[in-house]
Nanobody, 127 residues
Framework: QVQLEGSGGGLVQAGGSLRLSCTAS????????MAWFRRAPGNEREFVAA????????YYADSVKGRFTISRDHAKNTAYLQMNNLGPEDTAVYYC????????????????????WGQGTQVTVSS
């Protein structure tokens, strides 16, 4: 079992930046991919970014490419989502997720494959 705790959300003006963190505990010695999803009011949950254990592969939704960067620090069992040039369209609850094994370009965005989820952190971008 892996427990995830997300943090770092808040209120920011358009054009600003935030960094989200997701710290894993429990079975952290296993190899697992980590990802971020988000859900805006009235919308379905959507994929944001994912990173594999060996950090050699990262995947992003088209809507965040060039603005968001996912990374991870194994020593801290933590994944990060650096979000730059935020816009009101990025307002959502952001959830971190983990899945044992690797994800690919095809599977990274499939939320049903992720077995572990954090509690969500609110990001609000004002115009």
């Amino acid at each position: 079992q892996v427990q995830l705790e997300g943090s770092g959300g808040g209120l920011v003006q358009a054009g600003g930046s935030l960094r989200l963190s997701c710290t894993a505990s429990g079975r952290t010695s296993s190899y697992y991919a980590m990802a971020w999803f988000r859900r805006a009011p009235g919308n379905e949950r959507e994929f944001v970014a994912a990173i594999n254990w060996d950090v050699d592969s990262t995947y992003y939704a088209d809507s965040v490419k060039g603005r968001f960067t996912i990374s991870r620090d194994h020593a801290k069992n933590t994944a990060y989502l650096q979000m730059n040039n935020l816009g009101p369209e990025d307002t959502a609850v952001y959830y971190c997720a983990a899945e044992m094994g690797r994800v690919t370009r095809v599977t990274a965005g499939q939320s049903r494959l992720y077995n572990y989820w954090g509690q969500g952190t609110q990001v609000t971008v004002s115009s």
